[in-house]
């Protein structure tokens, strides 16, 4: 399915997708975080602890002055060495999402009205701990949402086929031991076909398979409704 006509929608509608955080448009403001090989202060010693990770996105929150820090999409990135789950003969770099990083339990909305598609525990050093997808059906469209590094609880008592609200709550961002060791955040990726996944979806890729990932996970800055 091409995602020109959907991404012309998601543009229009922008002004009216639910915050996926709590946000106030016009009086919360968010910072930017660059984790790719650009950023020489993100040394691996930072990255390769998620105890020092997590200081330095505290104190990367505190010198923006913002509530949250975003960004990602399409980013080639070095902190996935940390991993094995990123490894092989062509590592998997490229970010798929938006991630928005902010305090641990921090609630996640639907930014639009849908059905659980589906939910997992995704466990492991580098995966998505509690993982959400929702379904949306668009003028005719079905394309999906996908919530990563969730807690434990967030999946939780969630029945597929279940509709949700935009608004309605979907989670909340989990603490390491619980969202795949990573400082808390939640990964926000837009997919168009899941191609048979259910409570997962690959949200980094080899740079060499970009277009076809790019293609059917369009950007996702209009759908999280902070105004990006």
């Not at 091409?2 to 543009?11: D, E, I, Y």
């Not at 690959?202 to 076809?212: D, F, I």
């Amino acid at each position: 399915m091409n995602s020109k006509p959907l991404a012309q929608f998601w543009k229009e509608q922008a002004p009216f997708f639910q915050p996926v955080v709590p946000f106030s448009k016009g009086l919360d403001r968010l910072g930017q975080l660059d984790l790719s090989s650009a950023n020489t202060g993100l040394t691996e010693d930072i990255y390769s602890d998620v105890g020092r990770f997590g200081n330095y996105i505290s104190k990367e929150l505190a010198r923006s002055g913002t509530r949250y820090l975003a960004g990602g999409y399409g980013e080639l990135r070095k902190i996935y060495v940390v991993s094995d789950l990123f490894s092989g003969t062509e590592p998997r770099r490229l970010h798929l999402g938006l991630d928005i990083w902010g305090p641990e339990y921090t609630p996640v909305y639907a930014p639009a009205g849908g059905v659980i598609h589906s939910t997992a525990w995704n466990e492991g050093q580098g995966d998505y701990g509690g993982t959400v997808i929702l379904r949306h059906e668009t003028g005719g469209f079905t394309w999906h949402t996908l919530y990563g590094h969730l807690s434990a609880a967030s999946v939780r008592g969630k029945n597929v086929g279940k509709p949700l609200m935009a608004g309605d709550l979907v989670g909340e961002l989990g603490i390491p031991a619980e969202n795949g060791y990573w400082p808390p955040h939640l990964h926000f990726q837009v997919i168009i076909d899941m191609q048979g996944f259910k409570g997962d979806y690959p949200g980094v890729c080899r740079y060499s398979e970009r277009a076809n990932y790019l293609e059917n996970c369009p950007d996702p800055a209009f759908v999280a409704g902070l105004g990006l």
